[in-house]
């Protein structure tokens, strides 16, 4: 009886003790706070990368030397994807380190999830807290193991708050070089191909204005919808993208995304192979570098969602090829007519079907 006794006092005695520790973690503590600290975040991705070993760059040689490749390749570029309105000019390219790419990337991070946690302001408490340091964590992470491995970066500028922000066309000096040094590739030709890439994204913005337009329309109804939804599970919901509406809107913007990054990837190597002497030596290099992963490598890209959307690239320049292949680029440029001529999703997997439907061809 007396154990009995004292189990139950130990039982309640633990529990009492849980429900003071619970309380205490929810109790307020004044004021309200965002779910993300964009400068602890800074501060842990900066750590990781500076602890990673990284070869010395000069920054301003590189970004000359990118200029002048960049200029002597926009004629053949234009002559291969079309020609820019006389009104639109491409934008000139900027050596970055590692740390000056994490800070391109936080400031366009926080133009699109600021309006989010502007609106998402929680009570400040022991829970919140921790759950910040977590999300805080995990984007420092993210953006320190992808400050590693990027290479070069376009950015339109959506949902600039500048409304006369230039565009940015980005190498990331610091990477390019420590690839190129254990790969043992050509510098020149290296840059020169990723330069092709980068042009080629920038040229697709230039060319066709609506493609901005159409984007930053599709980001502000999902961030709309995240913060307009009314509860916090609404919210969350909504920008998950599993309303249907949302749903359908995501699904378009994958689309287009996946042909944006294909048909680059298509130039890139298309005109590459014509104006490269190493070009094939550079693409085995890249595929290489793909299938060299780690088994922690390959575990985060899963766990972040990123090996998917590597994949829907994948589709999107198996996809640019084949149409290429069979109609060549006067059709596949078709594309860039407007939203509607943009691929789906499921046309990305059946090419031929995109192209009776572009060409107005009937079964």
């Not at 529990?15 to 004044?30: F, S």
């Not at 066309?169 to 590739?185: F, I």
């Not at 159409?214 to 307009?228: D, N």
């Amino acid at each position: 009886m007396n154990r009995s006794v004292r189990s139950a006092a130990i039982f309640g005695l633990l529990a009492g003790l849980a429900t003071v520790a619970v309380a205490e973690a929810v109790r307020p503590r004044g004021g309200s706070g965002l779910l993300l600290d964009w400068e602890d975040v800074r501060r842990r991705a900066r750590s990781w990368l500076a602890s990673s070993s990284a070869p010395p760059v000069d920054l301003a040689s590189a970004e000359h030397q990118y200029r002048l490749m960049a200029a002597q390749l926009q004629g053949p570029l234009l002559k291969f994807v079309g020609a820019v309105p006389k009104a639109a000019s491409l934008p000139e390219f900027t050596a970055l380190d590692r740390a000056g790419w994490l800070d391109l990337n936080l400031d366009i991070l926080r133009r699109v999830v600021d309006p989010i946690l502007e609106k998402g302001r929680l009570p400040n408490s022991l829970v919140v807290e921790a759950g910040r340091a977590g999300l805080n964590h995990y984007v420092a992470f993210l953006l320190a193991f992808l400050g590693r491995r990027v290479l070069g970066q376009y950015d339109p500028q959506l949902l600039g708050t500048e409304p006369m922000s230039p565009d940015g066309l980005y190498l990331v000096e610091t990477n390019v070089e420590e690839w190129g040094r254990k790969a043992e590739l050509p510098g020149e030709d290296l840059r020169r191909w990723l330069i092709l890439h980068e042009m080629t994204h920038a040229w697709q913005f230039a060319a066709h204005p609506w493609l901005k337009d159409y984007m930053e329309s599709s980001m502000r109804l999902l961030l709309e919808s995240a913060t307009k939804a009314g509860p916090a599970a609404a919210r969350v919901a909504a920008f998950a993208g599993v309303l249907p509406a949302q749903w359908r809107v995501m699904r378009q913007m994958q689309g287009t995304m996946s042909f944006v990054e294909g048909y680059s990837n298509l130039v890139m190597n298309e005109l590459g192979s014509t104006t490269l002497a190493s070009f094939d030596r550079l693409e085995e290099a890249y595929r290489a570098r793909g299938r060299s992963r780690s088994v922690v490598e390959i575990l985060i890209w899963r766990l972040t969602g990123l090996d998917l959307k590597l994949q829907q690239y994948q589709k999107g320049e198996a996809f640019a090829k084949a149409i290429y292949d069979a109609h060549g680029m006067d059709a596949l440029n078709r594309a860039w007519n407007g939203a509607d001529s943009m691929p789906n999703l499921d046309e990305l997997a059946d090419p031929e079907r995109w192209y009776r439907r572009i060409a107005g061809v009937r079964n």
